[in-house]
């Protein structure tokens, strides 16, 4: 698979052949600037690679067939301002098919109960943080490729995310975690390594 996100830009990957198992905790780690992010966003189908494929499930990445089998979760969220927690956790379990009852009580776990009734646009960082995972997590799923997702997490949340992939692992889910950093008890099945980006002749004399 070859991508660049122009083509004025230097391709970010050439050629790049990977397989991830078919089920699993995958730590996906690379070098700053070696795209692991964009390896995200072309799993979740918003980018398309320039020539080769990304197949999810054996479903074309782009394709509204794959979205069934697959759950992002983006390094930046994406919230309505105006909208509560309670509302974002209805809109989205009844998006996804889950029942709320099991949603507040996974909310519950995150110690979000305190915050049903805040605005969006009111939640600190941290708060934010873990009304984007569960959002983005709920209903039934094959993969699901998280992207930084320990960031501003307070240890307690931190935990639990860790306690919730390991038995999306063992339900025989495909878990893939691209962070720079791990909380303790995080252990993979599997690591795989982005290769580093080339170095070209202008970034040298830069």
Not at 27 to 36: C, E, I
Not at 54 to 70: Q, T, Y
Not at 187 to 200: D, F, H, K, W
Request: glycine share 8%.
């Amino acid at each position: 698979m070859t991508f660049a996100y122009s083509e004025d830009d230097p391709p970010v990957f050439t050629d790049l052949s990977m397989r991830f198992p078919r089920e699993g905790l995958v730590a996906l780690q690379a070098p700053n600037g070696s795209g692991k992010s964009t390896l995200v966003e072309l799993v979740s189908g918003y980018l398309r690679p320039g020539a080769g494929r990304v197949l999810v499930c054996g479903h074309d990445a782009s394709s509204p067939s794959a979205r069934p089998w697959r759950r992002v979760v983006r390094t930046r969220p994406a919230l309505y301002p105006a909208m509560s927690v309670y509302d974002h956790l209805a809109f989205s379990s009844q998006l996804a098919g889950s029942r709320l009852h099991g949603v507040l009580e996974r909310a519950g776990r995150y110690r979000l109960e305190d915050w049903l009734d805040t605005r969006a646009d009111e939640l600190s960082s941290g708060t934010e943080r873990k009304l984007w995972l569960l959002m983005c997590t709920l209903g039934n799923f094959d993969v699901v490729m998280l992207d930084e997702p320990f960031i501003a997490l307070d240890d307690q949340a931190r935990a639990e995310l860790n306690r919730e992939m390991c038995q999306w692992r063992e339900e025989g889910r495909l878990v893939v975690v691209a962070a720079h950093g791990s909380p303790d008890g995080f252990q993979p099945t599997t690591t795989l390594r982005l290769p580093a980006p080339r170095t070209t002749e202008k970034d040298k004399k830069e």
